[in-house]
């Protein structure tokens, strides 16, 4: 099985702030990878498919990087309506999910 | 627009069974491969089961393998999740997700459904 690991688990921050969220899977995954954004009692929503691919209709101050194990999900400026919890999701082979960086405010 | 709704839950007792089901609606149902996925109080997203666009395929996690099966019935738009033998550590609210056009990640969740299972 591919384990995905995110770090930090919890990062504090203000608006305004350039934040940045990492993935390692634990074998090459090539680009097959998501990042997902979800606030309490709601499901989570597409941010970034293909490693760099953004969804429609998601700002353009979220943007991917990586390929093969380590990966990355940046916002550029830091927005109230961004403070909530981030997946990573790889789909390699089959489908697994990190643990979660939950972005609160500082 | 695209939705999906998710129904069933509720309490149930461990070893017990359940069905779950996610009614689809604003996209050509039979395009799409379909998920379950779940997340337990207060813990991260489970993927746990995929069937593919026709139903003629379908994989698992380990975690719920030879207990869940999951089907889909194209002529009604809707997606299953038949849950059997369910323990306490089952205990989540259970999402369904649509994959996107051409692209394994997930571009539509329903709003997801808690099943407690407890005595």
Redesign the interface.
Known sequence: DIQMTQSPSTLSASVGDRVTITCRASQSISSWLAWYQQKPGKAPKLLIYKASSLESGVPSRFSGRGSGTEFTLTISSLQPDDFATYYCQQYDRYWTFGQGTKVEIK | QVQLVESGGGVVQPGMSLRLSCAASGFTFNYYAL?WVRQAPGK????LA?ISYDGNNE?Y??SVKGRFTISRDNSKNTLYLQMTSLRAEDTAVY?CAKE?SG?????Y????TLVTVSS
Do not use: R, T
Request: charged share 15%.
């Open positions: 998920h991260g997203l489970e993927w995929v994989y996690a380990d999402f996107g692209n394994p990640s997930f571009d969740w329903g709003q997801g």
